[in-house]
C-alpha cells in the first residue's frame, strides 16, 4: 500500500516544507494562514495520511492553540480589557492576537507534523548520506531513531521485575514517583554497558575505516522531484514579488 | 607463516591492581582453526580484544610486549579498517547488532557499506549470506526482534561479509541449540577451506575436538597448555588447569585406562575400533 | 586525555548520544502520566553532560527535542531550553562543580537561571507566553494578579525550573556516580566521578 509521495525524495518534500514556512512568517493576515493548513490537510489527504496526521494533529496543537485563545482573550490585560467576572475580561486586541498567533503556529505545525509522518527517518538518512554529511552525524541519528523504543522496552522490563520483587509500581504520584528512580539505576547501568560492548562491535564493522562509505539502500531523485522543487521557488518567488500578503 | 603473533603479551585494565594477560607468547599460523579455552576469568576474551587490536586503544590500560599482525605491530592498522582483516564476534548477542539498520538485510550490509564495496556486490554478498546462514525468513525484520540465537547467526553473517583473513569468534554457539551448533562449526570448516584462520572460543570441547588443528588452554593469564587438537585434548593434565576433555578422550582416559594414541573424537574412535577388528 | 569540540565525539561518546535521548524520552513518559508541571525530561540530557562534555551534551539535548518535534512540533522550538542546559552543565562538569556541595549549588542556581530563560524566551515569541503545558495555570495566575507577559512567564518557569532542574540534576548525579569505574575512565570527562579509593589502585 505505498503511498507515491512516501517516494519523493526527501530533500523536495522538505523544500514544500520550508516554502510553507516562509510564507507563513511573512504574512500578516490570518487567511493565508489557514489556506496553508489547508494546503497541508490536501497532502495528507493525497499521502493517505489523514487519520494519523488528525490525530498527531489534536494531540499535539489543538491543547496550545485552545490555551492561546483562553488565555490571551479572557487573562491577559490589554488596553482594551472590558472585566466580565473577577479577573477574565475580554480584549478585542486579545482575541485578534491569539488568532495571529495561533494561526501562524497551527500553519507551520501542520506541514511539519505532514513532513515527519511521510519521510521515514530511514529516507532522511539516505538523503544525507547523499549529500556527503558526515558519517558520525548520520550515525548518530539512525542509532538514536532505533534506541528509543527499545530504551522503553527495557525500562518496562525493569519496572516489571521490580513489580515482581514486590515494589509498587501503580497508583498515586508519589509511588510512581518513588518507582521510578530504583529504574533508573539499572536502565542506565545496562544501556552504558550495552553501549560500550557496541562500540566494539561497530569497529568490527569498520567503522572507523577511512575509506568513502557505500550505501546499500539508497534514493535517487526523479524528474517529479525537480518539478516539485522548481514550482516551490517559483511559488515563493511569485509570492514576493506579488508582494507578500 | 604466523599471521598473528605475540610475544611477552602482558596487559593490566585500568584501574584493576593486577595484570590480567601474563606474558604470554602465542603465534598464530595462518589457515589453522584454533580453540582458546579455560575456565571463565582465564583471560580468554581480553586475549581476542588484544588480538584484534581493541586492546589497548580502546580500553586503554598498560600493554607491555609486541602484538604483530601480518608482521606489523597491530597499533599501526587503523582500528575500523582492520575489519575486513580481522573479523571479531563477542559473546553477547545483544551487543552483536550494531543498533543502526533496521532490518537483518541492512545489518548484514552494515560493515561492507563502511569500508566501501559496492552496492551491486553487496546485493549479491547478502544474498548468498542470507542462504548459507539460513536466515532467509527474518530478512526483513528488525534485528532487535530475533531471539539470541537468531542474532548471533546474523551477527556472524555480517562479520563473514567482510571476507576477513583471520576470524576470531568468542563462544559464538553459547546461546545456539545443537543443530544450529554444528551449523555453525561447519560454516567454520567451510571458512578453513577457504585459507582463512579462525580463533575460537568455546567450551564445547567435543567440536573443538572435531574442527580445530591447535588448542590453547588459558589460564589465569597465562598459556598452560598449547599443542595440536590432539596433544591437548588427551591430556588428563588440562583437567587440573580448567580446561574440559571431550568424551570420548574421557572415556578412554578414565575408564579404558589407556594413556597413549587417545582419540579424541567419535569418528576417530570408531576409526580405530574398526582398525583394530580388521587386525 | 585531549577534550574540545574536536575530540569529544568520538564513538564512546557518539554512542552517549541515543542513550541520553532515550533517558529523556522515559522520563518524558512518566510525566505524561503524572501529568504534573514537573519535567524529568532532561535525566539524559545532565547526565550526558556530565560525562561527555558539553559540545556532546548540546547534541543530546537538541536531538531529544528534535525526536519528540516529530510528534509535537512545538518541542522543536524549545530544542534551545535543552540545548543550553546541555552546554552549561557540560562546562560546569569540566571544570569540576559537581565535585563539591557549594559548586554544585551554584551550578544549579545558573543552570535554572538559563534553562528558566530560554525557556521563557522561546515560550513569549513563539506562542505569546502559552505551553499547553501544566504550567499555563501558573502563569495564568501571575497574569490575573495583574503582572505584565515576560514577568509572568519567566516568574512561571523559575518557579518551575527549579524544581526541574534539582530533580532531573539530582537523578542524573545519583546515576553518574553509581556508574562502574571502568566506564567511567574511558569518558572525556568521566573521571572526576570515580571515587577517590578506586582510582588508587590504578
Given at each position: 500500500?505505498?503511498?507515491?509521495?512516501?517516494?519523493?525524495?526527501?530533500?523536495?518534500?522538505?523544500?514544500?516544507?520550508?516554502?510553507?514556512?516562509?510564507?507563513?512568517?511573512?504574512s500578516?493576515?490570518?487567511?493565508?494562514?489557514?489556506?496553508?493548513?489547508?494546503?497541508?490537510?490536501?497532502?495528507?489527504?493525497?499521502?493517505g495520511?489523514?487519520?494519523?496526521?488528525?490525530?498527531?494533529?489534536?494531540?499535539?496543537?489543538?491543547?496550545?492553540v485552545?490555551?492561546?485563545?483562553?488565555?490571551?482573550?479572557?487573562?491577559?490585560?490589554?488596553?482594551?480589557s472590558?472585566?466580565?467576572?473577577w479577573?477574565?475580561?475580554?480584549?478585542?486586541?486579545?482575541?485578534?492576537?491569539?488568532?495571529?498567533?495561533?494561526?501562524?503556529?497551527?500553519?507551520?505545525?501542520?506541514?511539519?507534523?505532514?513532513?515527519?509522518?511521510?519521510?521515514?527517518?530511514?529516507?532522511?538518512?539516505a538523503?544525507?548520506?547523499?549529500a556527503?554529511?558526515?558519517?558520525?552525524?548520520?550515525?548518530?541519528?539512525?542509532?538514536?531513531?532505533?534506541?528509543?523504543?527499545?530504551?522503553?522496552?527495557?525500562?518496562?522490563?525493569?519496572?516489571?521485575a521490580?513489580?515482581?520483587?514486590?515494589?509498587?509500581?501503580?497508583?498515586?504520584?508519589?509511588?510512581?514517583m518513588?518507582?521510578?528512580?530504583?529504574?533508573?539505576?539499572?536502565?542506565?547501568?545496562?544501556?552504558?554497558?550495552?553501549t560500550?560492548?557496541?562500540?566494539?562491535?561497530?569497529?568490527?564493522?569498520?567503522?572507523?575505516?577511512?575509506?568513502?562509505?557505500?550505501?546499500?539502500?539508497?534514493?535517487?531523485?526523479?524528474?517529479?522531484?525537480?518539478?516539485?522543487?522548481?514550482?516551490?521557488?517559483?511559488?515563493?518567488?511569485?509570492?514576493?514579488?506579488?508582494?507578500?500578503? | 607463516?604466523?599471521?598473528?603473533?605475540?610475544?611477552?603479551?602482558?596487559?593490566?585494565?585500568?584501574?584493576?591492581?593486577?595484570?590480567?594477560i601474563?606474558?604470554?607468547?602465542?603465534?598464530?599460523?595462518?589457515?589453522?582453526?584454533?580453540?582458546?579455552?579455560?575456565?571463565?576469568q582465564?583471560?580468554?576474551?581480553?586475549?581476542?580484544?588484544?588480538?584484534?587490536?581493541?586492546?589497548?586503544e580502546?580500553?586503554?590500560?598498560?600493554?607491555?610486549?609486541?602484538?604483530?599482525?601480518?608482521?606489523k605491530?597491530i597499533?599501526?592498522?587503523?582500528?575500523g579498517?582492520?575489519?575486513?582483516?580481522?573479523?571479531?564476534?563477542?559473546?553477547?548477542p545483544?551487543?552483536?547488532i550494531?543498533?543502526?539498520?533496521?532490518?537483518?538485510?541492512?545489518?548484514?550490509?552494515?560493515?561492507?557499506?563502511?569500508?566501501?564495496?559496492?552496492?551491486?556486490?553487496?546485493?549479491?554478498?547478502?544474498?548468498?549470506?542470507?542462504?548459507?546462514?539460513?536466515?532467509?525468513?527474518?530478512?526483513?525484520?528488525?534485528?532487535?526482534?530475533?531471539?539470541?540465537?537468531?542474532?548471533?547467526?546474523?551477527?556472524?553473517?555480517?562479520?563473514?561479509?567482510?571476507?576477513?583473513?583471520?576470524?576470531?569468534?568468542?563462544?559464538?554457539?553459547?546461546?545456539?541449540?545443537?543443530?544450529?551448533?554444528?551449523?555453525?562449526?561447519?560454516i567454520?570448516?567451510?571458512?578453513?577451506?577457504?585459507?582463512?584462520?579462525?580463533?575460537?572460543?568455546?567450551?564445547?570441547?567435543?567440536?573443538?575436538?572435531?574442527?580445530?588443528?591447535?588448542?590453547?588452554?588459558?589460564?589465569?593469564?597465562?598459556?598452560?597448555?598449547?599443542?595440536?587438537?590432539?596433544?591437548?585434548?588427551?591430556?588428563?593434565?588440562?583437567?587440573?588447569?580448567?580446561?574440559?576433555?571431550?568424551?570420548?578422550?574421557?572415556?578412554?582416559?578414565?575408564?579404558?585406562?589407556?594413556?597413549?594414541?587417545?582419540?579424541?573424537?567419535?569418528?576417530?574412535?570408531?576409526?580405530?575400533?574398526?582398525?583394530?577388528?580388521?587386525? | 586525555?585531549?577534550?574540545?569540540?574536536?575530540?569529544?565525539?568520538?564513538?564512546?561518546?557518539?554512542?552517549?548520544?541515543?542513550?541520553?535521548?532515550?533517558?529523556?524520552v522515559?522520563?518524558?513518559?512518566?510525566?505524561?502520566?503524572?501529568?504534573?508541571?514537573v519535567?524529568?525530561?532532561?535525566?539524559?540530557?545532565?547526565?550526558?553532560?556530565?560525562?561527555?562534555?558539553p559540545?556532546?551534551?548540546?547534541?543530546?539535548?537538541?536531538l531529544?527535542?528534535?525526536?519528540?518535534?516529530m510528534?509535537?512540533?512545538?518541542?522543536?522550538?524549545?530544542?534551545?531550553?535543552?540545548?543550553?542546559?546541555?552546554?552549561?552543565?557540560?562546562?560546569?562538569?569540566?571544570?569540576?562543580?559537581?565535585?563539591?556541595?557549594?559548586?554544585?549549588?551554584?551550578?544549579?542556581?545558573?543552570?535554572?537561571?538559563?534553562?528558566?530563560?530560554?525557556?521563557?524566551?522561546?515560550?513569549?515569541?513563539?506562542?505569546?507566553?502559552?505551553t499547553?503545558?501544566?504550567?499555563?495555570?501558573?502563569?495564568?495566575?501571575?497574569?490575573?494578579?495583574?503582572?505584565?507577559?515576560?514577568?509572568?512567564?519567566?516568574?512561571?518557569?523559575?518557579?518551575?525550573?527549579?524544581?526541574?532542574?534539582?530533580?532531573?540534576?539530582?537523578?542524573?548525579?545519583?546515576?553518574?556516580?553509581?556508574?562502574?569505574?571502568?566506564f567511567?575512565?574511558?569518558?572525556?570527562?568521566?573521571?572526576?566521578?570515580?571515587?577517590?579509593?578506586?582510582?588508587?589502585?590504578g
Amino acid at each position: 500500500m505505498a503511498n507515491p509521495i512516501d517516494k519523493w525524495y526527501p530533500s523536495t518534500k522538505l523544500m514544500i516544507v520550508l516554502t510553507v514556512i516562509i510564507v507563513s512568517m511573512f504574512s500578516t493576515i490570518p487567511l493565508v494562514q489557514y489556506v496553508l493548513f489547508g494546503f497541508a490537510i490536501l497532502l495528507s489527504l493525497c499521502s493517505g495520511k489523514i487519520g494519523r496526521f488528525l490525530n498527531t494533529f489534536f494531540k499535539s496543537i489543538f491543547v496550545i492553540v485552545l490555551f492561546i485563545f483562553l488565555v490571551q482573550v479572557f487573562i491577559v490585560k490589554n488596553d482594551d480589557s472590558q472585566p466580565i467576572w473577577w479577573f477574565i475580561g475580554y480584549s478585542q486586541i486579545g482575541l485578534d492576537t491569539s488568532i495571529g498567533l495561533a494561526s501562524r503556529i497551527v500553519a507551520i505545525s501542520s506541514i511539519i507534523i505532514w513532513f515527519f509522518q511521510v519521510t521515514s527517518v530511514k529516507d532522511i538518512v539516505a538523503a544525507l548520506e547523499k549529500a556527503r554529511i558526515p558519517k558520525k552525524v548520520t550515525f548518530v541519528i539512525s542509532a538514536t531513531i532505533q534506541l528509543v523504543p527499545q530504551m522503553t522496552k527495557l525500562s518496562q522490563t525493569i519496572t516489571d521485575a521490580q513489580r515482581a520483587r514486590g515494589i509498587e509500581t501503580e497508583g498515586s504520584v508519589l509511588v510512581r514517583m518513588k518507582a521510578f528512580i530504583p529504574m533508573m539505576g539499572p536502565l542506565v547501568l545496562t544501556s552504558i554497558q550495552q553501549t560500550d560492548e557496541r562500540v566494539l562491535t561497530l569497529e568490527a564493522r569498520g567503522f572507523s575505516a577511512p575509506i568513502r562509505k557505500t550505501a546499500y539502500y539508497s534514493m535517487k531523485k526523479t524528474a517529479l522531484d525537480y518539478m516539485i522543487v522548481i514550482a516551490c521557488l517559483l511559488g515563493l518567488i511569485a509570492y514576493f514579488v506579488g508582494g507578500p500578503l | 607463516m604466523s599471521i598473528i603473533e605475540l610475544k611477552n603479551v602482558t596487559y593490566q585494565y585500568p584501574l584493576d591492581s593486577e595484570a590480567i594477560i601474563k606474558e604470554i607468547d602465542l603465534s598464530i599460523e595462518n589457515g589453522k582453526v584454533y580453540g582458546l579455552i579455560g575456565n571463565n576469568q582465564a583471560g580468554k576474551t581480553t586475549l581476542c580484544n588484544i588480538m584484534r587490536g581493541f586492546i589497548p586503544e580502546m580500553f586503554l590500560g598498560e600493554l607491555t610486549g609486541t602484538v604483530m599482525y601480518k608482521e606489523k605491530a597491530i597499533q599501526q592498522y587503523n582500528i575500523g579498517a582492520l575489519a575486513a582483516e580481522i573479523g571479531y564476534s563477542s559473546q553477547n548477542p545483544f551487543t552483536q547488532i550494531s543498533g543502526v539498520k533496521d532490518t537483518v538485510e541492512e545489518e548484514i550490509a552494515y560493515g561492507m557499506e563502511n569500508i566501501g564495496i559496492s552496492p551491486e556486490i553487496m546485493e549479491q554478498k547478502v544474498q548468498e549470506l542470507i542462504e548459507l546462514f539460513k536466515l532467509e525468513e527474518l530478512k526483513e525484520k528488525n534485528p532487535f526482534e530475533l531471539s539470541g540465537g537468531q542474532k548471533q547467526r546474523v551477527a556472524l553473517a555480517s562479520i563473514v561479509a567482510l571476507d576477513p583473513e583471520v576470524v576470531i569468534l568468542d563462544e559464538p554457539t553459547s546461546q545456539l541449540d545443537p543443530q544450529s551448533t554444528e551449523e555453525i562449526f561447519e560454516i567454520i570448516a567451510m571458512l578453513k577451506k577457504q585459507g582463512k584462520t579462525i580463533i575460537v572460543v568455546e567450551h564445547k570441547v567435543d567440536l573443538l575436538a572435531e574442527y580445530c588443528d591447535e588448542i590453547v588452554l588459558l589460564e589465569d593469564g597465562r598459556i598452560v597448555k598449547n599443542g595440536s587438537a590432539h596433544q591437548v585434548l588427551s591430556d588428563p593434565d588440562i583437567l587440573e588447569h580448567g580446561g574440559a576433555l571431550p568424551q570420548v578422550s574421557l572415556f578412554y582416559l578414565k575408564h579404558l585406562k589407556q594413556n597413549t594414541s587417545v582419540p579424541i573424537t567419535m569418528a576417530e574412535a570408531i576409526r580405530k575400533l574398526m582398525g583394530g577388528v580388521s587386525q | 586525555m585531549k577534550r574540545g569540540l574536536r575530540y569529544d565525539f568520538g564513538l564512546q561518546a557518539l554512542m552517549l548520544i541515543p542513550v541520553g535521548v532515550s533517558l529523556n524520552v522515559v522520563g518524558y513518559q512518566l510525566c505524561t502520566i503524572l501529568k504534573l508541571p514537573v519535567f524529568i525530561d532532561q535525566i539524559g540530557t545532565y547526565l550526558v553532560a556530565m560525562v561527555a562534555g558539553p559540545w556532546v551534551g548540546v547534541m543530546t539535548g537538541f536531538l531529544g527535542n528534535v525526536v519528540n518535534g516529530m510528534l509535537n512540533p512545538v518541542a522543536i522550538p524549545y530544542g534551545l531550553v535543552s540545548m543550553s542546559i546541555g552546554l552549561f552543565a557540560g562546562f560546569f562538569s569540566r571544570f569540576k562543580f559537581f565535585n563539591h556541595l557549594i559548586g554544585i549549588i551554584v551550578a544549579c542556581g545558573i543552570l535554572t537561571i538559563v534553562s528558566a530563560g530560554t525557556a521563557a524566551v522561546v515560550t513569549v515569541f513563539m506562542f505569546g507566553g502559552i505551553t499547553g503545558a501544566g504550567t499555563d495555570l501558573v502563569t495564568a495566575a501571575f497574569l490575573a494578579a495583574g503582572r505584565q507577559l515576560w514577568d509572568s512567564v519567566f516568574s512561571t518557569n523559575i518557579i518551575t525550573g527549579t524544581i526541574n532542574t534539582i530533580l532531573n540534576f539530582a537523578i542524573s548525579y545519583l546515576v553518574v556516580k553509581r556508574i562502574p569505574p571502568r566506564f567511567l575512565v574511558k569518558l572525556n570527562y568521566g573521571v572526576p566521578y570515580i571515587s577517590k579509593e578506586v582510582l588508587k589502585h590504578g
